[in-house]
């Protein structure tokens, strides 16, 4: 494992002509024990520990998710993994054992979803949709909280990229509501990676089209900011409040939803509420500073406005 890396960061130049063979034998080992693994995922027996190391491996060996993207029969294999949790989510009836062999599945998939020869692949088969269950689940037991994190860890990796596709093809489904609801009601960790997939998609013009489209899903949307700075004012996290900052600022570049923002947007944020949770974060005191600009600059405001309910 350690020489694999170490052939990663080290160049040429810098190994002596001995320990180069030395290193290239011993990374060439690692792919053979990665080659044997992904073999082993095929036999029922093998496969809880073949799971576990290969998610070992992912950060290690560079082409891990072509390797298992073309393995026949792999990717089957980690669905399977994850469909045969599915009886266990409703009713809650997960065990540890079951939340850990599982979601060392979905770290080989977030794998997959990363490497850029293996996503667009990855989002045709429309493999996202078989984690959007683990998402709905409301359980607060550690072994739920570990799957809806991992399970969100895949999407994260996915819109990371800034690619439109991701954000097109994530706009098809029902990741907007499963994200809100995470926010409103996850853990500080859970609802810090759902609101990075929601600032992601609100980057995206696309993204902020479609959810600046309706009054109903802007509203959601603003709703649930509303009440995460309100409990982040008694709760602070410097972490979360970054990306609710970035998500309400990346809002109010919308005509539409800058003038819906300019009365709903919560006094914290105008106030000095957060003044000592970011008092070494330049980078949200300087969004923060902008979205009070943005909203207070008087311009000509959109006569459309956001469409409100029908009476």
Excluded at 124 to 150: C, D, G, M, N
Excluded at 167 to 173: D, K, R
Aim: aromatic letters at 6%; hydrophobic letters at 40%; a neutral charge.
């Amino acid at each position: 494992m350690h020489a694999l890396g170490m052939s990663q960061r080290l160049n040429s130049s810098a190994i002596p002509p001995a320990n180069q063979s030395t290193v290239a034998a011993l990374a060439q080992v690692e792919r053979e024990k990665v080659f044997q693994w992904i073999i082993e995922l095929a036999s029922p027996e093998s496969r809880e520990n073949a799971l576990l190391e290969l998610s070992k491996k992912r950060e290690i060996v560079p082409d891990l998710a072509p390797m298992l993207w073309n393995s026949f029969g792999t990717v089957a294999v980690l669905l399977q993994e994850i469909v045969n949790i599915y009886p266990f989510i409703n009713p809650p009836a997960l065990t540890a054992h079951q939340s850990n062999r599982v979601c060392n599945a979905l770290a080989l998939l977030q794998c997959v979803a990363s490497h850029p020869e293996t996503r667009s692949a990855f989002l045709q088969a429309h493999i996202p949709l078989f984690l959007y269950p683990f998402l709905h689940t409301v359980s607060k037991t550690r072994q739920f909280e570990y799957l809806r994190l991992t399970s969100l860890g895949v999407i994260g990796a996915l819109v990371k990229t800034d690619e439109p596709e991701v954000i097109n093809f994530l706009l098809t489904t029902e990741i907007i509501p499963l994200c809100l609801r995470i926010m409103e009601s996850g853990s500080e960790l859970s609802k810090t990676v759902a609101t990075f997939i929601l600032q992601k998609i609100l980057l995206d013009e696309t993204g902020l089209s479609y959810i600046c489209q309706t009054y109903e899903r802007f509203s959601h949307v603003a709703m649930i900011l509303c009440k995460m700075v309100m409990t982040l004012a008694k709760e602070p996290s410097a972490r979360l409040l970054k990306h609710v900052v970035r998500c309400y600022l990346r809002l109010s570049d919308n005509p539409r939803a800058r003038e819906a923002l300019r009365q709903c947007l919560p006094d914290q944020l105008k106030d000095n509420t957060f003044v000592p949770v970011l008092k070494d974060d330049t980078s949200t005191k300087r969004w923060l500073g902008q979205l009070i600009k943005n909203l207070t600059e008087t311009g000509v405001p959109d006569p459309r406005g956001i469409p409100l309910p029908p009476q």
